[in-house]
């Protein structure tokens, strides 16, 4: 069973460095999965924020590129979610989660974290 | 603004069948296969429908999804209390990004 765990910082400062990181266990980081980073504002929908492959390519939502990295620690088995110059509209709850491609054109999210709220206040 | 449109809400009655649509474009739907999710409240997404129409293993077959073109569509049929949930597609967008729709509220009447 695949499980995904994210952790970090609940309270962030405006102007400030969001950093998250999540704990997979049941498959490996170094699979031949992509690994998404999602998020979703109280009371909104869901906002894809990028995504990892282990070797490290990367795709990010051209909204947020500027201010995100994402890494994966491989010895770890953890992925890590940093998003800079933070303000309120970045308040969410951000999940990490498993992505599947069973063809280039064949992108979904099978396995999901619990989510973390992460909000960005004085 | 989402990439992909949703109606914000939908309903009905327990044991009918409803549907939700899904628009996108040429860059996404039109060119990239649709998933589905369910969340209810306080929960994280689940995935009940991938590559348009196939359903993972634990789903029930009251749940199908379909796509057209540009468009999609969520089906539950047999409707029960337990899915009363917001309901999101999504697909990849031939310019390097996952996009959702904005959700539809499902309510069981």
């Known amino acids: 069973q695949v499980q995904l765990q994210e952790s970090g910082p609940r309270l962030v400062k405006p102007s400030g460095t969001l950093f998250l990181t999540c704990d997979v266990s049941?498959?490996?980081?170094?699979?031949?999965?992509?690994w998404s980073w999602v998020r979703q504002p109280p009371g909104k929908g869901l906002e894809w924020i990028g995504e990892i492959y282990h070797v490290g390519s990367t795709n990010s939502n051209p909204s947020l590129k500027s201010r995100v990295t994402l890494s994966v620690d491989k010895s770890k088995n953890q992925l890590s979610l940093n998003l800079t110059s933070v303000t309120a509209a970045d308040t969410a709850v951000y999940y990490c989660a498993r992505g599947q491609y069973s063809s280039p054109s064949d992108f979904y999210l099978d396995y999901w974290g619990q989510g973390t709220l992460v909000t960005v206040s004085t | 603004q989402s990439a992909l449109t949703q109606p914000p809400s939908a309903s009905g009655t327990p044991g009918q069948r409803v549907t939700i649509s899904c628009f996108g474009s040429s860059s996404n739907i039109g060119s990239n296969t649709v998933s589905w999710y369910q969340q209810v409240p306080g929960a994280a997404p689940k995935l009940i429908i991938h590559?348009?129409?196939q359903r993972p293993s634990g789903v029930p077959d009251r749940f199908s999804g379909s796509k057209s073109g540009t468009s999609a569509s969520l089906a539950i049929s047999g409707l029960q209390s337990e899915d009363e949930a917001d309901y999101y597609c999504s697909a990849w967008d031939d310019r390097l990004r996952g996009v959702f729709g904005g959700g539809t509220k499902l309510t069981v009447l």
């Open positions: 590559t348009n129409d």
């Open positions: 049941g498959d490996s980081i170094s699979s031949s999965n992509w």
